[in-house]
């Protein structure tokens, strides 16, 4: 796997965010992917765990998602344990959460206080049933640019949306396929670092296993090796930085 990064392009500050030229005509979309809303009590419980644990300091690594982040606690601990328990990680990882459920998360607590050498993001594939991926591409863009803002000196390693269903006929990973090709070009800015390791978890012929993905959307214990393995080197890379 390579790193996508290029030179730093020139940013526009517009209603509290950076905005790179990949958006800047169409910045306040009116979509629900992009308007930051909280969800019930259970997840705020876990939200505000979440800032406690923040409010402690000594946070060099966040990961950032929905339930296949958060599984980093489940089927992934183990993994976790051996790939992070000593690199100052936290989870930032929530079941369901669609990207405007992060981007609430962010402006209320989630980065208050601290400034991780590196953020890795994987969300939006529970916006591809009722987003575009045009869409859900401005979430995720939102995502980043709030990082950027918040923390500036964090270098983020966006990953591609992972894929999901049995094979390519799928429509949702099929969305995630287009809105990745569109996260991509974030990694023009130098901060920003794009990497696309789904085809690590699929067959030659583009099946998914359910070794890997017991319901063809969450990860094994065999599928988070997977994604410890494959963002390593790149890991490394930018939290020696």
């Known amino acids: 796997m390579q790193i996508y990064r290029r030179s730093l392009l020139v940013s526009l500050v517009l209603t509290g965010f ?4 990949l ?31 923040v409010k402690q300091g000594n946070v060099d690594l966040v990961f950032i998602g929905d339930s296949i982040t958060q599984g980093w606690e489940g089927s992934g601990k183990s993994v976790w344990a051996k790939y992070y328990g000593d690199r100052n990680a936290v989870n930032l990882g929530i079941g369901g959460d669609r990207t ?5 998360r962010l402006d209320n607590g989630n980065l208050e206080g601290i400034s991780p050498k590196v953020a890795v993001i994987m969300i939006g594939t529970n916006n591809s049933g009722s987003n575009t991926p045009e869409q859900i ?28 269903g049995a094979d390519s006929s799928d429509k ?6 287009k809105s990745n090709e569109i996260v991509a070009k974030l990694a023009a800015d130098d901060n ?10 699929l067959s030659d ?9 017991p ?13 410890a393995e494959s963002i390593e080197e790149s890991l490394k890379e930018l939290m020696a930085k």
């Open 137 to 164: 591409a401005e979430g995720v863009t939102a995502i980043v640019r709030q990082l950027q803002q918040k923390t500036p000196d964090t270098e983020i390693l966006l990953l591609g949306t992972f894929p999901r």
């Open 100 to 104: 405007q459920h992060v981007i609430w």
């Open 192 to 201: 920003v670092h794009y990497l696309d390791i789904g085809d690590k978890f």
């Open 205 to 213: 012929d583009g099946k998914l296993s359910r070794e890997i993905m």
């Open 215 to 227: 319901d063809l959307l969450h990860l094994s214990e065999q599928g988070y090796t997977i994604w």
């Open 23 to 53: 958006h800047a005509q169409d910045t306040l979309a009116q979509h629900d992917a992009v308007k930051p809303v909280p969800r019930d009590s259970r997840w705020m419980k876990r939200h505000e765990s979440m800032n406690a644990r």
């Open 172 to 177: 949702k990973r099929q969305v995630n396929e």
């Open 18 to 21: 950076l905005v790179s030229p």
